[in-house]
């Protein structure tokens, strides 16, 4: 390199150092608004300070049947813990809601019999709907896949008939499972457009089972998956059609977000 060229570049990079900006760490701090104080639950999975209880104790107050009038839900609570009646029908929350952080613990029972779709069927509706052909929404999977197999977008801990789970973290049968679930709802223009699609992330017993998982519609047993506008709805439990023995459910708590 010439000794002109060395000098030039030397000017350069003596500019360059002194065109740069030296920062304080204390520019890239803040400190308010504060994050507020939530106390967390004495055990893994109880409800933190802010949570809305939907089971505790004997109390089947904050759930309705899935029917247009509403009425009683016909599940059956005894000390603390929820069966479906599968004669009662779904149940839902008499509150709506919209984006939630939400912990549920379900229990296939260890004498249950059937395979496939029949096998300890229930579901978590993130938002349940009215359409015309029933109950409509969207479904996460609550199903027995230890040693069950089924199609797989239909299996436990996945977005019914959307995607399947990341993998499969069922428990044998006769064991309390958990599932935490980050939901957030679709959203819809004026119009009747979607504006944001609804996203599910969720943990099956701990385990990531779907990751920010972009849904691209409702999740109906036949047809392909369809958005129609609604704003704030209840959450929904699946009282399944199938033969096999009912599930239970605890400790189901909500936070809304
Ligand atoms: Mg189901």
Same mark, same amino acid.
């Given at each position: 390199m010439k000794k002109k060229s060395i000098?030039?570049?030397?000017?350069?990079?003596?500019?360059?150092?002194?065109?740069?900006?030296?920062y304080d760490p204390k520019e890239t701090e803040y400190y308010s608004p504060v994050p507020r104080?939530?106390?967390? @639950?004495?055990?893994?999975? *109880?409800?933190?300070?802010?949570?809305? =209880?939907?089971?505790? @104790?004997?109390?089947?107050? *904050?759930?309705?049947?899935?029917?247009? =009038?509403?009425?009683?839900a016909g599940w059956i609570l005894e000390d603390g813990i929820?069966?479906?009646n599968k004669k009662a029908g779904d149940i839902r929350t008499k509150r709506k809601f919209t984006d939630f952080q939400l912990h549920l613990e379900y229990k296939i029972p260890n004498h249950i019999s059937g395979t496939g779709?029949?096998?300890g069927n229930s579901g978590l509706f993130l938002a349940s709907l009215e359409v015309k052909e029933g109950a409509g929404g969207y479904e996460l999977q609550i199903l027995d896949n230890?040693?069950?197999?089924?199609?797989?977008?239909g299996q436990a801990g996945s977005i019914y008939k959307q995607y399947p789970p990341l993998i499969n973290a069922c428990k044998p049968p006769g064991e309390w499972q958990t599932y935490d679930v980050i939901w957030k709802a679709p959203r819809f223009r004026a119009d009747g457009s979607v504006e944001s699609p609804g996203t599910i992330t969720a943990l099956h017993n701990g385990?990531?089972?779907q990751n920010n998982s972009i849904l691209k519609g409702d999740t109906p047993y036949t047809g392909p998956p369809v958005y129609r506008p609604h704003g704030a709805a209840p959450?929904?439990?699946?009282?399944h059609g199938d033969p096999s023995?009912?599930?239970s459910f605890k400790n189901i708590w909500v936070r809304e977000l």
């Open positions: 000098f030039f570049l030397c000017i350069l990079s003596f500019t360059a150092c002194i065109g740069q900006k030296k104080i939530v106390t967390p @639950g004495k055990e893994a999975g *109880q409800a933190p300070s802010d949570a809305i =209880e939907l089971l505790i @104790g004997n109390d089947l107050s *904050q759930w309705e049947a899935n029917k247009p =009038e509403g009425g009683p929820m069966t479906v779709q029949a096998r230890y040693n069950n197999s089924t199609y797989v977008n385990i990531l089972i959450i929904r439990l699946q009282a023995e009912p599930i």
